[in-house]
Nanobody
Framework: QVQLVESGGGLVQAGGSLRLSCAAS????????LGWFRQAPGKEREFVGA????????IYADSVKARFTMSRDFAKNTVYLQMDSLKSEDTAVYYC?????????????????WGQGTQVTVSS
């Protein structure tokens, strides 16, 4: 079992920045993929980015490339999502997730554990 707790969401003006954190517990991470997804009202959950815990390789959705950056902290068992140049269309609930099967993944079904989500609202 893996428990994930997101934090760092809030209200920010367009063009601003936020950093989301996702702390994992219940399992020492080694070769998992850590992903971020988001879901806006009335829309399906969509992939934002992912990082391979062991190697640090990252992948991003085209909509956030060059604006969002993922990183991880081994000592804290935590993954971060740095979000810069935020736009109103980034408004959503952001979820982090862990895949115990894949080292890097971008599909919902590839992830086994999910956090409860944190709200990000970007005002224009």
């Amino acid at each position: 079992q893996v428990q994930l707790v997101e934090s760092g969401g809030g209200l920010v003006q367009a063009g601003g920045s936020l950093r989301l954190s996702c702390a994992a517990s219940g399992r020492t991470l080694s070769r998992e993929a850590l992903g971020w997804f988001r879901q806006a009202p009335g829309k399906e959950r969509e992939f934002v980015g992912a990082i391979s815990w062991s190697g640090g390789t990252t992948i991003y959705a085209d909509s956030v490339k060059a604006r969002f950056t993922m990183s991880r902290d081994f000592a804290k068992n935590t993954v971060y999502l740095q979000m810069d140049s935020l736009k109103s269309e980034d408004t959503a609930v952001y979820y982090c997730a862990v895949s115990t099967t894949f080292v890097l993944a971008s599909k919902n079904y590839q992830y086994d554990y999910w956090g409860q989500g944190t709200q990000v609202t970007v005002s224009s």
